[in-house]
């Protein structure tokens, strides 16, 4: 018989928590939810997690010092999942024993894959499928990247494992959102995408992305690819629909 991955899920924010909660049941792990960190203490004792994932923010102690805790006593991998972009914070919870650190929202599929990069690393025997998969997709991106034609004129490219937007072969700096917008526009190069299309390539766990931050996203992209950002050339408007990439 098959034995499912254990996730410990520590994290006090009921909606977060349990989208978490219910897509890595569906993807057949075995979950586990708390919300403080006392509960996490006697969860990891009694559920024998293979992996935890932590958020820093709880209602009874901080996250740092239960990773601190933790690790004292136990090897675990340890992700951290936090609204905290700071890279003193990340450092911390590195310093700390976590193994990994995610800044909130993120995509459930790199949540999927972080966890079985760190069950791989904790027990190899366990992280065979996760192996697998990990490799697929590494297949799956290589064989996109190399099927995709060459665009010589435009300057724009994008690194998806460095996750990084070059103009003009230099790396410009963006956020979450803005390389997972430009990763899905660069995929499908001319084709319109709705706001709400683009929304949902957001949303991930992040519930309050809406119309308005789309346009900010896009505002800031623009200032960063645009000689004259004011009359775009590449990141079109489709007025009454939305958005597209044009690099003709």
Request: with cysteine; aromatic share 6%; hydrophobic share 40%.
């Amino acid at each position: 018989m098959l034995l499912l991955t254990k996730i410990l899920v520590i994290e006090d924010e009921k909606i977060i928590g349990e989208m978490i909660s219910m897509y890595l049941t569906d993807e057949e792990f075995s979950v586990c939810r708390v919300e403080t960190g006392q509960e996490g203490i006697e969860a990891i004792e009694s559920f024998d997690p293979d992996v935890i994932l932590l958020d820093l923010m709880l209602p009874d102690m901080d996250g740092i010092d239960l990773c601190e805790q933790v690790r004292a006593y136990s090897d675990t991998p340890i992700i951290i999942i936090s609204m905290n972009s700071k890279v003193n914070e990340r450092v911390r919870a590195l310093n700390a024993g976590a193994d990994d650190y995610m800044v909130k929202p993120f995509s459930m599929q790199e949540l999927k894959a972080r966890i079985g990069v760190a069950v791989r690393r904790y027990k190899p025997s366990m992280g065979t499928a996760a192996e697998s998969e990990i490799r697929d997709a590494r297949a799956s991106v290589a064989a996109a990247v190399a099927a995709e034609p060459a665009r010589p004129d435009h300057g724009i490219a994008l690194d998806l494992q460095k996750r990084l937007l070059l103009v003009q072969g230099q790396p410009i700096d963006t956020t979450f959102s803005e390389f997972e917008l430009m990763r899905l526009l660069f995929q499908y190069p001319g084709r319109v995408f709705t706001r709400d299309e683009l929304i949902n390539t957001l949303r991930g766990i992040d519930s309050y992305v809406n119309d308005r931050a789309i346009d900010v996203h896009i505002t800031n992209l623009r200032k960063k690819l645009e000689a004259n950002p004011k009359e775009p050339q590449f990141i079109k408007t489709v007025w009454g629909v939305g958005y597209k990439l044009n690099l003709e």
